[in-house]
């Protein structure tokens, strides 16, 4: 089979949506385009790139003689691979070129579950922003079975908020064309580091900044641990933004010389360093879809621990997951007192390596590629591998 042309569109080019779409171009054999955006202002981004990747595409598959190629010619892509931060539909209604152009759409998330704060009328563009370009593509990819039971739970009673003219069986013809296929992560930097212990265990949180990740569980956590006078140290690593939550921006008068890290560390090495010199990683999350850094923890040599919820019931034993804060003062204090050994769940997070999931990736884009069919029942559409 000749090498597929894919055409790559990533709105925000940042975070995960960064990391996996690297890899797939790395680890995957095929003439890739790639058009991507700045991974900032996510709410223009998914409103707003379909114009701007559109004007990008007509460039790109303009003729030598100044012509725009039309539809039937020779089409310049075998395959569009997008994030759900692009509204497919709009993209193909723009791009009329690549007219006949399978597509598979990649969800990390879905917008119909995201905890927003405060909630505007605007807001309900972008759940259905996720739900037409789920229509609109020939494929969709979750991250879990999580993200693929909320999202086809949650999109009737969202359609039922029509004022009339509610559509029906849009929610199923989502879930025939769905499947589950987790991110895969790049092990190398952890590869090439053995778990170190200092004198003391630490706990470390290594998430975004923000209230979907909720550091108020964290903190509130292990200043209970703190006033209880048990030994540990604290880091905190993750992607900041500009609104601080006043909860992190408090941590070092709460923590004192307990707080070893507090900050983004400056590359991917000094990350793995950090997270192989840490015992313990600590998820507070109300919104997480996956949790790729709970998952590089793990493999990193930390023992995870994770909220039973979200995605994480799919992808750590119950030994692993607390429930509520008292849950998670409970099972730190056993897991200070009794420093668990390096390793507990790496070989969970060996599963979602590329080098493990790339060829299921590839099997999907060719597939999608050549028109085949799938076979949809619920049975066809099993649990990660």
Partial sequence: MNRLRILALE????????AVLDGLVSGIDAEWTLLTLPAR????????????????VRRLVELPDGRVRAKGEDRPFDLIFASSFLNLAEFRGLTPQLAGVPAIVYFHENQLVYPNRHTAEWDFQFPLTNITTALAADRCLLNSRWNLERFVAETPPFLRQFPDHQPVGVAEAIAAKSSVLPPPFEPTAFDAL????????????PHRW?????????????????????????AVAGQAFRDVPPVIAQAEERLGERLVHLGEPDSREAYARLLAGSDIAVSTAVNEFFGIAMVEAAYAGCFPLVPDRLSYPELYPPSMRYRGRDGLVSRLQELLSERPSPGAGRQDAARFTFARLVPAYEREFERVASGETYDESPSAQGDPP
């Fill in 210 to 234: 923000e209230h979907d990740k909720n550091p108020e569980e964290f903190f509130s956590a292990v200043a209970v641990l703190a006033d209880e006078g048990l030994e540990f140290e604290v």
């Fill in 41 to 56: 202002k996510w709410k223009w981004r998914m409103r707003g790139s379909a114009i701007t990747m559109a004007a990008e």
């Fill in 194 to 205: 053995r778990p170190t212990r200092g004198a003391r265990p630490r706990v470390v949180w």
């Fill in 11 to 18: 709105p925000y080019y940042g975070g995960s949506h960064r």
